[in-house]
């Protein structure tokens, strides 16, 4: 096991390359069970949820090869293999499986899914989805078993805008008979990226990107290629880490319109961002102020950036409220931003900051993914050196970030925890 170490309290400038996007990935990969021949996905990631995939991909017959970023999953001999446990507790997106088995195998058996720990985290609209398009669904002990003697379109609405709901839904529907409606669809730009891969191995979708998408159902679908989009949660994370510590970084690889909303609050905060292509340019800017966020579904500010802007926002001039409308407990960051010297306070579903300390270096737990960048983008900002440990969640999502962040000139590394303190973690 090992740890984060991080001496901070200096700034970084020079430009980092943003990888492709983790929540397309998690779902790219399951899509592929669909085909019936080779996909080849450009640009993925190097993190773990992709390595447990691949294993997931494998363990049910498919042959994958993946070098580089590029990976081609030949999944003509997979089978509907019950994945009741293992793997498929390791990450969230393993739910995918259960909409690309269902489709292609007309049954299935997956494991309740993992992920971050950020309250609960319901999969009704899912299953709301598959059995509206024929599928019989039960939950036995801890796995979800899916079967349908044919899967036929149906309109469904989502009570709840779900990213997840609305790609698994995709996902059955795609070789389903007849036309799916979802209603009330998120619109996160993820999702028109595996609507991207689908169309191009022959799926027949309009809509994907807008609240109503249409899913004409066919026969075949067939191998291609594809390349990803980049993250834009990687993305957003050094652009706020950027704002925090940077003296001009240059952020490349990133689809500026997907970033507008965190564009905006950073730029209300007083920070000078210049704009291209694919391309940002962040500068720190001296006086930051304090603002308000409110989490929403896409095109509004995304949760999964709700934690790093907290560390921000403990230098800002004043006070700050960050409200987490999508999952109201996901404040776990808080108390080690606590150990930090940081004066935060929760209400509710809110975070109250207090932009007048300066934050210490301390020994600190990632208890999630976008916990662990809030804690490394503090220990950037900190005086002395921060120990983060919960490196298992940091993992999942972010590719390569020690050498990304030494090429800012950043001095973090990665060191082995002795015996004694993998046991106190443990406690
Ligand atoms: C792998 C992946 O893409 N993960 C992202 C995805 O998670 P995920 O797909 O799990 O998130 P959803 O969009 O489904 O969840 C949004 C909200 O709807 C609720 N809900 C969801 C489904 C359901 O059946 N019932 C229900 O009540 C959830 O509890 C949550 O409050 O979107 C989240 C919201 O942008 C992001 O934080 C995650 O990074
Ligand atoms: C919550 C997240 O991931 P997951 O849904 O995979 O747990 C995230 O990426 O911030």
Not at 274 to 300: C, N, W
Not at 317 to 346: C, P, Q, W
Request: hydrophobic letters at 40%.
């Amino acid at each position: 096991m090992e740890k984060l170490k991080i001496a901070g309290g200096y700034p970084l400038k020079g430009s980092i390359r943003v990888s492709g996007a983790k929540n397309s990935a998690v779902a790219l990969i399951p899509a592929t069970i669909l085909a019936d021949s080779p996909v080849t996905i450009e640009g993925l990631p190097d993190i773990s949820d992709v390595q447990t995939l691949q294993a997931l991909m494998e363990e049910i017959g498919g042959q994958v090869r993946f070098e580089d970023g590029e990976m081609t999953v030949d999944p003509r001999k997979m089978v509907s293999m019950p994945l009741p446990n293992g793997r498929v507790k390791k990450l969230r997106a393993s739910y995918y499986l259960m909409g690309a088995m269902l489709g292609r195998f007309k049954k299935a058996v997956i494991g309740l899914p993992g992920g971050c720990h950020l309250g609960p985290r319901p999969i009704d609209q899912h299953i709301k989805g598959f059995e509206a398009l024929g599928a019989k669904v039960t939950n036995e002990q801890g796995a979800i078993y899916l079967r349908a003697d044919e899967l036929k379109g149906a309109r469904i609405y989502l009570d709840v805008v779900s990213v997840g709901a609305t790609i698994n839904i995709m996902l059955a529907a795609v070789l389903a008979k007849g036309r799916t409606v979802i209603e009330n669809a998120a619109k996160e730009p993820e999702i028109i990226d595996v609507a991207t891969l689908l169309t191009n191995m022959g799926a027949k979708i309009k809509g994907a990107g807008t609240d109503i998408i249409r899913i004409d159902g066919v026969e075949h679908l067939h191998g291609c290629r594809h390349t990803i989009i980049p993250d834009r949660i990687e993305a957003g994370t050094f652009m706020i880490l950027a704002a925090a510590v940077g003296e001009g970084i240059l952020i490349d690889n990133v689809i500026p319109q997907h970033l507008e909303s965190v564009t905006a609050k950073l730029r209300e905060a007083g920070v000078q961002i210049e704009v291209a292509d694919d391309q940002m340019f962040i500068s720190r800017g001296e006086g930051l102020k304090a603002v308000d966020i409110k989490t929403l579904v896409y095109p509004g500010f995304p949760t999964d950036l709700q934690q790093p802007f907290t560390s921000l926002l403990t230098r800002a001039n004043g006070s700050s409220i960050v409200t987490d409308t999508i999952y109201g407990a996901r404040f776990k960051h808080i108390d080690e931003l606590r150990r930090m010297n940081g004066k935060i306070k929760v209400e509710g579903r809110s975070a109250i900051i207090d932009g007048s300390v300066q934050l210490q270096g301390a020994k600190v737990k990632a208890s999630d993914l976008r916990a662990g960048a809030a804690l490394v983008i503090a220990g950037l900002m900190a005086e002395g050196v921060t120990e983060v440990t919960g490196l298992e969640h940091i993992d999942r999502g972010y590719s390569h970030l020690v050498e990304k962040l030494s090429g800012l000139g950043a001095t973090i590394w990665r060191e082995k925890m002795t015996q004694e303190e993998v046991e106190q973690l443990k406690s």
